[in-house]
């Protein structure tokens, strides 16, 4: 064992485990290390053994996280081992001493030093990667891998992960791109793990005799389900089959109505329950009896989460002492010290406080971060015994509890309700059981009607993980690479990503089925025999003839569809449209996201309508007013709205629109022209047996279409991300970003520029998009390249604050349909649609408005308010030093500082 490692475990008071030891002895012989170990283990130990040895070596070390709460956790447990002079914090909101020979970061802010070639890169000897399984995430997983991709072969990578059960692949990848790399894996649970169901007010254990995950090691054998629990499903399959028997009425109550994931984990939609679930506040006094707390419960919903804390709370359940209340008391008030007593009340602070000290809180990510951090550290003491989450909290921050329950094993996975994975379970129920303060740790699930036991015992004795790479190529990428590596060199980049790795593993399968086609293939071709000539090139005349007509009518709906759908996205009550068959109309409500709108016509018909409804762009002939009173009920209100619409259709005597011409371009005419005539031409034509022979060559050419498909196959899983690569340069290319390898000025702008639609926002750049606007409106138009809205049924219709923000807004719409044409031409999906819903919240912050007024007219949660707000500060503050000096860069920069303020301020005060 290496002296150095031997010296650094006994700098703690506890024995360190085996696999902690020889992930140190692994840093130590010099290579890099990859562990993957259960939540709780103490992963973190290796980690911390690099900055160790980067102290001894006089050299820096980087400690990257996926999030900035955990790089603010980290930052302070490190300060308080090495001295605030050591150690540095970068997070894009804070700078904390960042020549330091220590630093946390996230781990963008890492990527972007990498790309800039940042002078904080040198004499670099570590880089920690806690949570590198987020590379999987779909959004921000590409940034790990850019990363180890892009750091220096003298860097030695220490990569931390959840377990995951492709580790050994993930690890050769690891050795493949990064050179000497160890693996060390340990599937043992520092605290064991039981597992309980609670039905009704009873607490059963899941498990006869020991849980699979209480012991040591995972058994390789799954142990049996308690026969109690399997009599209680039993019991309540016989109570449900009982009830169906009995008469219903027109009603139809009593019907089933499953289809909420698989059914094996319970349905809680079910009309009759058997066996009703337990109410919140009672499973709060049952884990209190039990002495489970604290304990997190998690619920799929944000809603839930603040429900479920006025269900307890107003049932009166008080779970903490006199002293532990008075000491979150004081955390929470610590917090929000930075806070005026009118932002203060608009965030209802005195109810969250009250549930607080009375022990309950809720953590999700509609939540101040204010209040977030609260709820951290009021865990952490021990006197916050019962907080209830969305499953991010399962990601990252240090809150383990005795207890993890989950009130559903289904949840909606923004399509359709779900079964979580083993994986998700593992993760969930992986905070349970507190190192060093707990001796075992609970999982509870609660009973729901229809639930089968030994599906839930499946799902908690498995332990799988598995680890899927989300890297694909971006503009922003692509310039950054280019600029660093030349275009050639970047290309070998992409192929050598996890990404393409996994990618390949695939070509054996590829490839016997690239062999059956080619067998069918010959056989096909022996079939085909004319005695006047060769047929296969009279039915390739045929083909051609047929692919033109077909690719010219595809092109034109595709382009028509966009144009209508684009049209109807950008209608508003009141607007007066032409409808087929209804003539002309009013819009009473309109869909941005559904491209779709209810309208009233003349004869007081009202209908929905989609694109395929029209025959033509709809675009509005004029506006009139829809009083807020008009209800659809009152005759009267109907009648004086169509007068209004019909006075002002006489005053502006519009035409009604004509059908979309059909019209194949004259170059295609001229062609299909020239086909016909070579196929009349051709000797085949005269064949009497043409049309058989035909039906054989189309199997013919379908089968060589496959064989060729099938190559592509085989070359595009080789280099699959190099031809995405060179498909996102082609269109980089054409906008004048590339001039071959070199990057022009507009280039080397978007290389500053880190947003899922950053070609859009630099093109908008170019264009003076953004000309004219104050700080407030261009907060506004910069607010729709970042937000996504929540599907929602009650939520207003979005407008843009004003008549320049909308200006400017449509123009950076037609800015996206054009790049969204020329993407498609470049076979690469379009970026998604920007988004106005957040424009005049935007607006209404960097106007000065105050906090109550800006929440109140947005319908935002506070959380969701400032997470946005500081996405448009940050963008701002890209845009500010992308851009160059001038009115726009001073513009970006003021709407920083004016939407920096109050609540916003205090947060980002708070990291």
């Not at 890492?110 to 590198?132: C, F, H, K, Q, W």
């Not at 089933?256 to 919140?280: C, L, V, W």
Request: proline residues 4%; glycine residues 8%.
């Amino acid at each position: 064992m290496d002296q150095r490692v031997v010296e650094f475990a006994d700098s703690y008071e506890f024995g360190l485990d085996e696999y902690q030891l020889d992930g140190c002895q692994a840093l130590a012989d010099g290579g890099g290390v990859l562990v993957a170990a259960p939540t709780g283990a103490g992963k973190t130990v290796i980690g911390e053994f690099a900055v160790f040895l980067a102290v001894q070596e006089s050299r820096k070390c980087f400690y990257t996280t996926p999030i900035k709460a955990l790089s603010n956790q980290k930052y302070h447990d490190l300060v308080e081992s090495y001295g605030a002079e050591r150690v540095g914090l970068l997070t894009g909101d804070s700078s904390v001493n960042p020549d330091a020979q220590i630093v946390v970061m996230t781990t963008e802010v890492l990527r972007n030093m990498i790309y800039a070639n940042s002078p904080t890169l040198s004499n670099l000897g570590y880089v920690v990667m806690d949570e590198v399984h987020y590379l999987a995430d779909r959004f921000r997983g590409a940034v790990w891998e850019e990363v180890i991709l892009g750091l220096d072969d003298s860097v030695a990578i220490v990569a931390l992960s959840a377990t995951v059960s492709n580790v050994e692949s993930f690890g050769e990848w690891l050795r493949t791109v990064r050179g000497e790399f160890s693996v060390v894996v340990s599937e043992r649970r520092p605290v064991p793990l039981f597992q309980h169901v609670m039905v009704g007010d009873k607490l059963l254990d899941l498990f006869d005799g020991v849980a699979p995950t209480a012991q040591e090691l995972p058994s390789e054998r799954m142990a049996r389900v308690n026969k109690e629990l399997l009599q209680v499903s039993k019991s309540e399959a016989f109570r449900v089959r009982d009830d169906s028997r009995r008469p219903r009425g027109r009603s139809g109550r009593g019907k089933s109505r499953h289809g909420r994931g698989s059914g094996s984990f319970g349905d809680a939609t079910h009309p009759r329950f058997a066996t009703r679930p337990i109410r919140r506040a009672d499973m709060a006094r049952v884990l209190a009896r039990a002495k489970l707390l604290p304990a997190i419960c998690f619920i799929f919903s944000r809603v839930g989460c603040d429900a479920a804390v006025g269900q307890v709370m107003g049932s009166g359940v008080v779970l903490t002492s006199r002293v532990e209340a008075r000491a979150l008391g004081e955390i929470a008030d610590r917090h929000v010290a930075g806070l005026s007593f009118e932002d203060l009340e608009a965030l209802r602070y005195e109810d969250f406080r009250q549930a607080f000290c009375a022990g309950v809180a809720a953590h999700h990510a509609g939540q101040l971060p204010a209040f977030k951090a609260i709820v951290e550290e009021g865990f952490v003491t021990g006197a916050l015994k019962l907080v209830f989450a969305t499953e991010t909290l399962a990601l990252g921050i240090n809150m383990p509890a005795r207890t993890v329950v989950l009130e559903k094993l289904v949840k909606y996975n923004g399509e359709a309700h779900v079964d979580i994975t083993p994986g998700e379970y593992t993760q969930l129920t992986g905070r349970a059981g507190r190192r060093g303060i707990d001796t075992r740790g609970h999982a509870v699930v609660l009973w729901q009607s229809g639930m089968d036991p030994r599906a839930v015992a499946g799902l908690a004795s498995r332990r799988t993980y598995p680890l899927k790479s989300s890297f694909a190529p971006t503009y922003n990428m692509a310039v950054n690479l280019t600029s660093i590596l030349g275009r050639s060199d970047a290309r070998e980049i992409l192929n050598q990503s996890f990404a393409q790795f996994q990618t390949d593993k695939s070509v054996v399968e590829a490839t016997r089925s690239g062999r059956q086609v080619t067998e069918d293939l010959t056989d096909a071709r022996q079939a085909i025999e004319c005695h006047l000539g060769d047929f296969m090139t009279y039915a390739a005349i045929r083909e051609e003839i047929s692919q033109l007509e077909n690719s010219s009518a595809k092109e034109r709906r595709a382009q028509w569809k966009s144009d209508v759908e684009s049209a109807m996205r950008r209608l508003v009550p009141g607007d007066v449209i032409h409808v087929p068959r209804q003539g002309w109309c009013v819009v009473l409500a309109a869909s941005n996201k559904e491209a779709g709108a209810q309208v009233i016509s003349a004869d007081h018909t009202v209908l929905r309508i989609r694109p395929h409804d029209l025959v033509a762009v709809p675009e509005p002939v004029t506006r009139i007013r829809v009083p807020r009173s008009f209800s659809l009920s009152d005759r009267k209100s109907r009648r004086n709205l169509l007068e209004s619409m019909s006075d002002r259709l006489v005053s502006v005597d519009p035409e009604e629109p004509q059908p979309q011409p059909n019209q194949t371009d004259e170059e295609q005419a001229r062609r299909i022209s020239e086909l016909r005539k070579e196929l009349r031409a051709h000797p085949c034509h005269e064949c009497e047996d043409r049309e058989t022979h035909a039906v054989a060559a189309a199997k013919v050419i379908r089968l060589e279409r496959e064989v060729a498909r099938q190559h592509a196959k085989l070359a595009g899983r080789t280099n699959s991300l190099a031809f995405q690569f060179d498909a996102v340069c082609g269109v980089l290319s054409e906008l004048g970003y590339l001039d071959g390898d070199e990057l022009t000025d507009a280039g080397r702008m978007l290389r500053r520029i880190y947003n899922e639609l950053d070609l859009v926002a630099a093109e908008c750049v170019r264009r003076d998009v953004f000309h004219g606007l104050d700080a407030p409106q261009l907060a506004a138009v910069l607010s729709t390249l970042l937000y996504e809205s929540r599907p929602s049924r009650d939520a207003p219709t979005p407008r843009m604050p004003d008549a320049d923000s909308e200006r400017a807004q449509s123009e950076l719409r037609q800015v996206w349909l054009e790049v969204g044409r020329l993407e498609r031409q470049h076979r690469l999906d379009r970026g998604r649609e920007p988004d106005i819903g957040f424009a005049e919240v935007a607006w209404r912050w960097a106007s000065g408005q105050e906090l109550a007024k800006v929440l109140r007219e947005g319908q935002l949660s506070a959380g969701d308010f400032v997470r946005w707000v500081r996405q448009v500060i940050d963008f701002a503050g890209q845009l500010a030093n992308a851009v160059g000096p001038g009115d726009l860069r001073r513009t970006c920069r003021e709407v920083v500082n004016s939407m920096r303020r109050g609540v916003v301020d205090a947060d980002i005060d708070e990291d």
